[in-house]
């Protein structure tokens, strides 16, 4: 703990090697026991595992629906935090706690509010029945719970950089004849590019393993709208455990790679 050069951190093993200690039954172990327990059979039952038709379509539809939550949320989120950091207007600071509420609500809270707006006894659900139109137990529910989930990590990724951008630059462009769009493409978007990225991968990985609103709004059926993480429960729930850890190692190394590159695309900048 002494002798260190200023501003250099000190080197304590002790304090290290107490963090490891907690952090191994805590997270370490935990994330082990997925692998171990998946490849437990060997590669040719792993392989088998994830190959089976329930399989293949959980992780499919996750996947997509992942990918479309991530690209709408990167589109609505950015204009969001525009719009709050941009303007000042009556109810400014409400909608603002409003909007990032999905992060404190647990997720079953969020899939049972969905119900009761969109659902066969909801009151928009009501009105869309006659109508033969029901987003509840569809592909589009699911969305519409993930969006509603994820919506908060993209406005926390891009509005503090909109925040800290110095107004200077967007009169700059003004002056020079630029209209709204343009400024907005050419000197705000570029400024925004790391918490776009960082912002959409979050809401990817989120989506990838969102359960409770979705076992809620999803109906769980097979073929049809059974998310990886519905899979992996109900594979749990039938005595099936190495089918699910299975898929529960896949969405574990994609997390891990989703992260990789987020910290990697972060921590370049930075020399």
């Keep these: 703990m002494t002798g260190n050069a200023p501003g250099q951190r000190p080197r304590a093993r002790v304090p290290v090697g107490l963090l490891v200690l907690v952090l191994l039954p805590l ?18 039952a792993f392989w088998q595992a994830l190959t089976n038709e329930d399989a293949q379509f959980a992780l499919r539809f996750s996947l997509l629906i992942a990918f479309l939550t991530a690209a709408i949320n990167a589109v609505l989120g950015t204009w969001a935090s525009y719009v709050l950091s941009k303007y000042r207007f009556p109810g400014e600071r409400p909608l603002t706690i ?36 029901q987003p509840m ?46 400024t907005f493409r050419y000197v705000i978007l570029p400024a925004l590019r790391g918490g776009l990225f960082s912002g959409t991968l979050l809401t990817f990985a989120h989506s990838l393993g969102e359960f409770g609103a979705t076992v809620m709004v ?14 992996i429960f109900a594979q749990f729930e039938a005595g099936h455990v190495a089918e699910a850890n299975a ?9 891990f790679a989703i992260f990789f590159f987020l910290l990697r695309y972060s921590a370049g900048p930075k020399k």
Aim: aromatic fraction near 10%.
């Design 98 to 133: 409003a909007i990032n509420l999905p992060v404190a609500i647990p997720t079953v809270v969020v899939g049972t509010s969905l119900l009761l707006l969109w659902g066969p006894i909801g009151l928009f659900g009501k009105l869309l029945e006659p109508l033969g139109l």
């Design 27 to 44: 997270i370490l172990m935990p994330i082990a026991a997925v692998f171990v327990f998946a490849l437990k059979g060997g590669p040719v």
């Design 218 to 231: 999803s109906g769980n059926l097979r073929l049809r709208t059974q998310t990886a993480p519905l899979y």
């Design 247 to 255: 898929v529960a190692a896949v969405l574990a190394a994609l997390s």
């Design 137 to 182: 137990f569809t592909p589009a529910g699911v969305l519409l719970a993930h969006l509603f989930v994820t919506f908060p990590y993209m406005l926390g990724a891009v509005k503090p950089l909109l925040d800290e951008l110095e107004v200077t630059y967007e009169e700059a462009a003004y002056t020079l004849g630029a209209g709204k769009w343009q």
